[in-house]
């Protein structure tokens, strides 16, 4: 989608609205229309807001622009205490980047995490389409089964995701003695 300098910066004003509405509005907008000049702009929103929804939708626009520079951004919010009751969407904003480096601490998030934020860290590793080591993969499931040992209530959940990490070890490496 293409739009002229003045459209793209009626956008980027609106988020220093005082409408909620509409800078979600806006954060959307400038995550679907593919520029990566917003992302400084939606970083810095992402830091410095303290409204949930509009740090969703301003993660969820950053998701939309794929960019790199805004993945460690997103997982520092993530551990970050105030966004405790308010993981889910940024998690689920890591979809859109490579998160093969982030896949110890996305185990950690299934395995301490509420449903949600279990459930779409998940998610996450799922849609990971990269190799995975042998030492990244003993290392997860060395958690995991720690994990195992005192969380029956996720035990199904944990079980799959065991299951998960060993086939994409063994789709990208069939050679290795660890399959």
Known sequence: MTLSSTQYQRYVDQ???DNRDLVIKAAHA????????AVPILIEMLQKTLEPAIRNAVAIGLRELGDERALYPIVSLINDPITESNRGTLIYALEGFNCRQLLPFLVDLVIT???EVSHQAFSVIESIDAEIDSETLNICVQKLKNALLV?????????DLNDLLHEMHTTTNPNDPQN
């Open 15 to 17: 988020l220093h609205s």
């Open 30 to 37: 400038l995550g679907d229309i593919g520029d990566r000049q």
């Open 113 to 115: 995490g509420n449903f």
């Open 151 to 159: 969380d029956e209530m996720k035990a199904d959940l944990l079980e």
